[in-house]
């Protein structure tokens, strides 16, 4: 069994910051991209940045310059440094991550959801 569990949402003042972790425990054999997905109300969810085991990153257009994505491969942790905050960044956060458990069977985890609000 794995388990992700997200920290770090909260609310802020525009152009504050905050940062988000996600850990992920358990049974893990690789873990590959990890990335951060949020989702407004009445929105679909969307990709907000990922980062691959290789250290590659991909950014929503809405975010760059502003988000910053990074992994600790010793710890199974992803970190979404968001600066520069704006009230539509208001969402709930959630983290996935693409893993193998058993040889040959990737699979993807989604954390619970962190709410991140940020006010005018």
């Known amino acids: 069994q794995v388990q992700l569990v997200e920290s770090g949402g909260g609310l802020v003042q525009a152009g504050g910051s905050l940062r988000l972790s996600c850990a992920a425990s358990?049974?893990?054999?690789?873990?590959?991209?990890m990335g951060w997905y949020r989702q407004a109300p009445g929105k679909q969810r969307e990709l907000v940045a990922a980062?691959?085991?290789?250290?590659?990153?991909n950014y929503a257009d809405s975010v760059k310059g502003r988000f910053t994505i990074s992994r600790d491969n010793a710890k199974n942790t992803v970190n979404l440094q968001m600066n520069s905050l704006r009230p539509e960044d208001t969402a709930v956060y959630y983290c996935?991550?693409?893993?193998?458990?058993?040889?040959?069977?990737?699979?993807?985890?989604w954390g619970q959801g962190t709410q991140v609000t940020v006010s005018s």
């Open positions: 996935k991550i693409n893993l193998m458990r058993v040889i040959g069977i990737r699979e993807d985890y």
């Open positions: 358990g049974s893990i054999f690789v873990v590959y991209t």
């Open positions: 980062i691959t085991n290789g250290g590659s990153t």
